[in-house]
T-cell receptor
Framework: EPEVTQTPSHQVTQMGQEVILRCVPI?????FYWYRQILGQKVEFLVS????????KSEIFDDQFSVERPDGSNFTLKIRSTKLEDSAMYFC?????????????FGEGSRLTVL | AQSVTQLGSHVSVSEGALVLLRCNYS??????LFWYVQYPNQGLQLLLK??????LVKGINGFEAEFKKSETSFHLTKPSAHMSDAAEYFC???????????FGTGTRLQVTL
């Protein structure tokens, strides 16, 4: 069964460092998302991406965040200068649209720890 | 704007008992509603979805949910809890493919012997 894959599964970084989280969405999907979950809290929307551009972003997704689809398969989230409060589990998701309207398929997540 | 409210951050049931996890939604347009489950240290797995077809939706692992427009609810039920059902359950809403999925705060289900 097709799945969304994320790397790395866990990354530890120093405050102020740049981090790139990588995702390979399901191959025929058109809509891509990043969500995050701070430990013990709810899953929060960060950004959605369609047709090679951001379609929606939350107030969390400020200038230190960026997303990119550098080739036909990868979808990345970059955090330019990490802060302690960026420590969270980051989930990538993709959606195919059509009959599966609104149904997102999630990866296993990338745990980011900022020290 | 859309939102969901999950009543009860923690629910405990005995094995074999009925599971009822509550979710109420708010949406200015007809919503699509979902329940996701998250097992410890894992990602989110879709349990079931409502996308304007049948109001009673059956999902995996014996779970089902009923969309009630008059009550703006989408409660999740399972007739008989199993130990393996212990997890965090998230209700979520969207208004379409191009719209973000908004999650509730989650309900942690504990199943006791």
């Amino acid at each position: 069964e097709p799945e969304v894959t994320q790397t790395p599964s866990h990354q530890v970084t120093q405050m102020g460092q740049e981090v790139i989280l990588r995702c390979v969405p399901i191959s025929n999907h058109l809509y891509f998302y990043w969500y995050r979950q701070i430990l013990g809290q709810k899953v929060e929307f960060l950004v959605s991406f369609y047709n090679n551009e951001i379609s929606e972003k939350s107030e969390i997704f400020d200038d230190q965040f960026s997303v990119e689809r550098p080739d036909g398969s990868n979808f990345t989230l970059k955090i330019r200068s990490t802060k302690l409060e960026d420590s969270a589990m980051y989930f990538c998701a993709s959606s195919g649209g059509g009959a599966n309207t609104g149904e997102l398929f999630f990866g296993e997540g990338s745990r980011l720890t900022v020290l | 704007a859309q939102s969901v409210t999950q009543l009860g951050s923690h629910v405990s049931v005995s094995e074999g008992a009925l599971v009822l996890l509550r979710c109420n939604y708010s949406s200015s347009v007809p919503p699509y509603l979902f329940w996701y489950v998250q097992y410890p240290n894992q990602g989110l797995q879709l349990l079931l979805k409502y996308t304007s077809a049948a109001t009673l939706v059956k999902g995996i692992n014996g779970f089902e949910a009923e969309f009630k427009k008059s009550e703006t609810s989408f409660h999740l039920t399972k007739p008989s809890a199993h130990m393996s059902d212990a997890a965090e359950y998230f209700c979520a809403v969207t208004t379409g493919t191009a719209s973000k999925l908004t999650f509730g705060t989650g309900t942690r289900l504990q199943v006791t012997l």
